[in-house]
């Protein structure tokens, strides 16, 4: 097992990953910030975002871990005074997982240009100035003409993100399925979007197609990526082939993480 240590640059943060490293040394457990096996992040759900994209290239092999460190901790299991019992269920590691989907994006500038990206929680597409005309294709079908300040897609464990902002669903992530929220739509008697947030069955596409008379430049953003003025022709999302893995000791279900986020423990309720 080879262990990186990803942390946010906090004070706190670092100072954790200072005491993590060494409790990994007495460990005689080998620290590889370049080709690791196990990739531990000290922060919050922002901080796993960043260190899955930094580890893209090396998904099939890696497994996420979260420390947090006073956070929301969506993705984040452990907090920092329980180093000692993470590193204890590290060594009897027995590979155990639990996989998520992730969200793969295309985009073709006006210049012909392609770029792809993958998203754990989500992307978006948005004007800033102005209203968005864009039409949404499922698969190669016009579905709507869209008109408003933009549209947000996100892979199940992102809806719970900016997706539950703009009032999309919450989708348990054993379903391998994207999700399409509005942001701010037009709908009167001349325009008319559908209104509602739309999941699609697995497999299913979507394209985003800015509507060239209205063309000027977009906010894309993916996950923590945030990409102003960008001339985008076209957007395309589909569930990407590959999954993110997260370390599966004391991984909790995902509605007890849904209620710990948003509701508080039983207790609390
Ligand atoms: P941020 O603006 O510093 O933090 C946004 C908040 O979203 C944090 O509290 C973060 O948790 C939480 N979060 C991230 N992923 C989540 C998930 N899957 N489920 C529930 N909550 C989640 O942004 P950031 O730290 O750079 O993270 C980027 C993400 O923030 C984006 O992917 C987007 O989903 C989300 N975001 C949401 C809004 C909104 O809801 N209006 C606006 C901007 C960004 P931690 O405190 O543990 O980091």
Redesign the pocket.
Known sequence: MRVAIYHSNDEHSIQVGKDLAKILSQNEIVIDNEKPTVVITI?????L?SAVQKYLNLLEEVRFVGV?TG??????DWREYELETLIKALKSDGGAEVSYPLLNIDVTHTDGSHISYK????STLRKLSGTMVADVLIGDNLFERFRGDGLCISTP??????????GGAIVHPRLEVLQMAEIASINNRVFRTVGASLIMAPNETITIRPVPSFHRTYNF?A??IDLLDKHVKEVHYSIDEQKVKFLKYRHTGFWNRVRN?FIGSIDEV
């Open positions: 922060g919050g759900d922002g901080t975002l947090h956070h929301l901790g969506f993705y984040t998203a754990v929680n989500e464990t992102g809806s719970t993100a900016y997706n539950r902002s703009v953003t996950d923590r986020s």
